[in-house]
């Protein structure tokens, strides 16, 4: 028996794939004082954990919420001076700096970036001074005292593990 295939127009480029300008929910901007905590613990450059987090960071910087990301665990390696063959090449145009790159632009928007000083050092071999300027390196009892400093104030806490 024949399989009869579901046939349509080739996708052209500059075609939008979906409908991306219905907004089913209203926009919500942050009331004043409000928080957003994002606790990143992930492989770096092991999927896309870590810049989608990011990206939902810089957004919740724009609609007003006081922002602040941790990574810890193997994303300290996140925040670091890195590239090939020297610091700040890509590479062969593979995307080295991407992660920096939003850490810087994440900086740039006002929000608080730190980075756990334990698990740099002894996970990863990472130096503070391998940290990208404007990274807070943190004591990692320092984790557990800013959930609970963002729970107090009735933040959003964002928290994702990959590993």
Known sequence: MAVERVKGEKPKKGQAIVNYEE???????ANPGEKA????????????????????????KKKGYDTSVIFYGPASAIPVYRGWPNIGDDGYG??????????????????KVYACRFSAACLIGVREEDMLEGVKPI??????????EH???G?????????
């Not at 606790?39 to 960071?57: D, Q, R």
């Not at 004591?139 to 609970?148: G, K």
Request: charged share 15%.
């Open 94 to 111: 593979a995307g080295i700096q991407l992660y920096p790159n939003l850490v810087q632009r994440m900086l740039n928007e006002g929000i």
């Open 23 to 29: 907004k089913v929910f209203p926009d919500h901007k």
């Open 151 to 153: 729970h107090r104030a």
């Open 37 to 60: 905590l994002f606790l990143v613990h992930t492989v770096p450059y092991e999927g896309s954990v870590a810049g989608i987090n990011m990206l939902t960071a810089i957004r919740c």
């Open 139 to 148: 004591h990692p009892t320092d984790i557990l005292d800013i959930v609970i």
């Open 155 to 163: 933040a959003m806490m964002f928290s994702t593990w990959t590993v």
